[in-house]
């Protein structure tokens, strides 16, 4: 364990991915403490969500070689240094905390925090590492040992002889066998070591055919292990434990069909409404599938949960977050706004005004009309606003892949692909037309006096 | 009686109450956001408190 890169995901301490439980058994600490960190760091700029999604990618799960950005990527992700996954999950941390840093109450405090008891509390009084290049400490093992026998010095009786003739054969059993040899029986981690059975040896035995139990003090010590002091050597094969595969039930399976049937219905419906012109937002796309999720797993508490549910749940939350907070950060932001304003014809921009992301108001009420013209505007996600004088002829040329049309309060169209000319009725029977030829890649055109 | 997947129940709850919050402000635009910060702490340490009580271990 001297390298982060041995950490494993635990495939037993489980409560979403093993990731947590994998951490803090190489740390050596309770998975619960881990798992609060993660929860504080999420709420320290979503830092803690992608360095959970990150681990849970990168990471294989114990007793599996590959990690789950393999499973997906396949070959591909193993051409990519470790160096290179590093410096993007620093990225997606620093985006995250630029994203949702100004979000989220605490800010970096909890990440400041863990990072002090990390280092602190632990990291400081960790033991000595071993590096990898020093091999381990080499433990004595005594090629042959010494023993103490008492030998007795009287005349010798049955008892004596036996013990004189077990004696002999333990000297003879530590000659021929070697200690390390019956250590390398150790290959099971956490086994006991099995030690060869003795050989019967040469046992000097006074022979005496008249004596019973002399013969049968000799047939006994003839055996080679004549109580069953060690047990039969067997070959230990070092298992692999297996990843737990946890077996999906009927009900759960079921669950988790209907709960996909019934999103997929959803997203549709949410779809078509958006097509008829009912201005679905984005958020609304997310929320209504992440209710569904949520509905099943609460169903599925009581039926059992069906692998797949959660990670997509989770998914789906972190799209929801994503762009509850971009379309927050457009509508109030001020650094995604950009405001124009022309009096004059001459003002006016040959090729327009464009902005990439967030609000874009021109203001023309103030802008003296002397013949047509036209005026053009574009923005690439985001709300395109332009307030046209009071008593202006007004035509609109609009195109959008994904969005709608305001004209003066009135929501001209709405949904995909919207390509088309709307003029409304003019305050004045004659005069100058002021041109819009306005345009977005996804977002809202608004027309207004 | 089969025992209940807290991890399901609770992830459930919380799933759905953050979806119904922001569909509510997606399609009708306005929240009394001071009746979230109280409602919001209030639940989430409710669920907690449900949550240990049931994964207590029963035996």
């Not at chain 1, 294989?60 to 590959?66: H, I, L, N, S």
């Not at chain 1, 591909?76 to 620093?90: G, L, M, N, P, T």
Request: charged share 15%; with cysteine.
């Amino acid at each position: 364990m001297s390298s982060i890169w041995t950490i494993r995901r635990s495939a037993t301490d489980t409560k979403l991915t093993g990731l947590c439980g994998g951490v803090a058994r190489y740390l050596g600490v309770d998975p619960t403490l881990i798992r609060v960190g993660v929860a504080l760091l999420a709420l320290s700029g979503g830092v803690g969500l992608v360095l959970y999604l990150a681990g849970w990618l990168l990471i294989p799960v114990e007793g599996k070689t590959g990690s789950t950005i393999d499973d997906l990527l396949g070959s591909q992700a193993r051409r990519w240094s470790k160096e290179i996954w590093v410096a993007i999950v620093v990225v997606a941390c620093i985006i995250s905390f630029a994203i949702f840093g100004a979000l989220t109450p605490f800010g970096v405090g909890p990440a400041i925090i863990l990072a002090g008891i990390w280092y602190f509390g632990f990291y400081k009084n960790r033991r000595p590492p071993q590096t990898d290049a020093s091999p381990p400490p080499a433990v004595e093992v005594p090629q042959t040992r010494e023993y103490d026998f008492i030998t007795h010095s009287g005349p010798p009786t049955p008892f004596t002889e036996a013990a004189e003739a077990w004696r002999k054969r333990i000297e003879d059993h530590a000659g021929q066998t070697s200690w390390q040899q019956a250590a390398s029986n150790d290959g099971a981690p956490d086994g006991p070591a099995v030690w060869p059975t003795p050989s019967s040896g040469n046992v000097e035995f006074p022979s005496s055919p008249d004596d019973p139990e002399l013969e049968q003090r000799r047939a006994f010590l003839a055996e080679a292990d004549p109580v069953g002091l060690y047990p039969p050597a067997v070959e230990v094969v070092q298992a692999r434990t297996p990843a737990p595969q946890r077996a999906d039930s009927r009900p759960a399976r079921v669950l988790r069909l209907v709960s996909l049937i019934v999103l997929g219905l959803t997203l549709a419906a949410l779809g078509l409404a958006d097509y008829l012109g009912a201005a679905v937002p984005v958020v609304a796309y997310f929320g209504a599938g992440l209710l569904v999720i949520g509905l099943a797993l609460m169903i599925a508490a009581l039926l059992g949960r069906a692998r797949g549910l959660l990670p997509l749940g989770i998914l789906l939350l972190i799209g929801l977050l994503t762009t509850s907070a971009i379309s927050t950060a457009v509508r109030y932001g001020d650094w995604a706004q950009t405001q124009h304003s022309y009096t004059n014809v001459a003002q006016l921009p040959p090729n327009g005004d464009s902005r990439e992301f967030g609000r874009l108001t021109t203001d023309l009420s103030e802008l003296s009309l002397t013949g047509d013209i036209t005026y053009r505007a574009h923005v690439d996600m985001g709300t395109l606003t332009i307030v046209v004088p009071p008593e202006a002829r007004v035509r609109v040329n609009y195109t959008i892949d994904s969005g709608a049309v305001e004209v003066f309060d009135t929501v001209v169209a709405a949904g995909n692909e919207l390509r088309d000319a709307y003029q409304p009725e003019a305050p004045t029977a004659s005069g100058p037309t002021l041109t819009l030829d306005l345009s977005a890649e996804m977002g809202k055109v608004v027309v207004r006096r | 009686m089969r025992r209940v997947d807290v991890l399901a129940l609770v992830l459930g709850v919380v799933f759905s109450a953050v979806a119904m919050l922001s569909l509510w402000l997606s399609l009708f635009g306005s929240i009394n956001w001071e009746a979230v910060r109280i409602a919001a702490p209030l639940g989430l340490v409710s669920l907690g408190i449900v949550g240990l009580a049931l994964s207590r271990n029963r035996n």
